[in-house]
């Protein structure tokens, strides 16, 4: 656990980098002939980078400490020298690894701290799940964002696990805390005000999530003290929100890429670009491997123009600045850690060699460490359904020959827009309509046994046949399933149950022809993240075959669900409008005709 006090200088070790700094004791580590990023100016200095132990001790010119058998050194002559990167927002869970496997992979690419809201976790194993993402032994630091609810909504939802509201604010004053991490932007009732004044005077940030809110309904949430944002995907967003004072953390997940609309139009976004940092929040194992991770970020804001000083320090100086962690990491400069990295062409953001804490901790994108994280043994079996599952259980009764029926479309990655479908009756239950890609969603209560089911209808995933079922569904981590027919949804739910979760895909035959097993929590593998990337790489190009055509399917479907990003959202409760937070009828009422009215 990354404690932010335990990462200073201990008296001792401040003793030292003194005595290192003024010249009377020799280093440890010496980068020798790199550009430095300046930490104060936006320049490349023609500096050496002085470490002793953890932390650098001073930057000299270029071979002023002279070389010497007791100290190593690091070749940076011809390359540029940077912090490691700062991924300012992520769920670990939806990366389907464990700290440590998100370590071997993410370090070794340049990201060598993360900001994480572990709310999957707090769902499943409460306030111990919260600590367990937060815990790993290889050299990636991790702090927190508090889970601010679980349950979300104790109306809207059974949830999981039940964190109490003491537990929340205490952790706000943790040391491993940066923020408190991000709520429902249309929840105005008490307890959340208490939550943000407490988040406050405990001197955290509040880490928002807008949801595409505008003007009065952005205004009143930002009023709250929230001071970042991570769903700005246009430029009218980014730039109304750093009028406001907020901190933009660009997303670049699985779900969407932000960095595209945002720097593509760079001339008007230029007035904001020292209010801009980088996050994945939402991208999985195979992403990550292929795209990269914060280093994806930076080679896209440089493509699209903007000068590399400046991405680069949007990938580690401003965000450290902002969240209050700069006394420690985030830029190159004396008593701070000696994390950097030495990269050979800034256009390509791929280090040459990655230095966590005074030590080398990969070379040319490969670790150097291995993962040596144990699991305790509560952190699997947790998918609970009954033994045998109600054949019935998707069922959507209805009389006459067609319904009128309300729907979502997906678009924008996980957002919903509501829309009415006319659908069959057939033997008076609800048909979907794969012709018209309107199917069937569902989400299941996979923590009480109960198997309890909230059922709507979706468009955008384009199955022909089948199902597709994951146990994943945000943010209570229930079952989320989306199929042409009951029969499929069903097989599909309970080959999850075999798998103890993860990701499955069947096919009109009921056949599994996809499956990527996450016996963590449901969410994650402790497996090498090769092995994670290549079963997601197999299941989405199975999922695709049946005729979905979203490129990551199984992340897009953790967020149908979702009920604080309009316009509904799903629990195992039933269908949610969420800019009133109550439950809505998924059949319309009225005689249908062909106009639909």
Known sequence: MTELT???PTAAELGRLRAV???????????????VQSPGTEEWLERDVVIAGRHIATLTPWNHVPAGPEVEEIDATGSYVVPTFIDAHLHIEYTNLTPGELARLSVARGTGTVLTDPNGAANVWGARGMDLLLSTGTPLH???QVSPTTPASPTLEHGGAVIPEEVVRARLWDPVTTTLGEGNPFDYGEVSTGRFREALVAGRRITGHTAAQTEESLWGYLAAGVGDDHNSATVDEVLERVRLGAMITIMGASLTDNTVPIFADLDRVAPALRSLCFCADDKHALDLHIEGHIDHHVRQAIRFGVDPQLAYRMATTQPAAYYRLDQVLGLLAPSRLADLQIIPELAEVRPSVVVVEGRVAARDGQ????NDDELPDWASGTVHLPEVLDPAMFAVPASGDEARVR?????KGYFKREFEAELRVVDDLVQTDPSADVLKIAVVDRHHGSAETGIGFVQGFGLREGAVAITMNCPNMNIAVVGVDDAAMLRAVEELRTMGGGFVTVDGRGEVVGRVALPVGGMMSAAP???????????HAATHALGCHIPSPYIILSFVGLYVVPDLGLTELGLIDTASQSFVDVLLPGAVDRCGS
């Open 6 to 8: 335990d990462l200073y």
């Open 21 to 35: 700094a003024s010249g009377t004791e020799r280093p440890d580590l010496i980068v020798r002939g790199g550009l």
């Open 142 to 144: 991790v702090f927190q």
């Open 367 to 370: 670790a150097l460490f291995e």
């Open 407 to 411: 729907a979502m479309a997906m678009y």
């Open 529 to 539: 993240f090769e092995e994670t990337a290549d079963a997601l790489q197999r299941a």
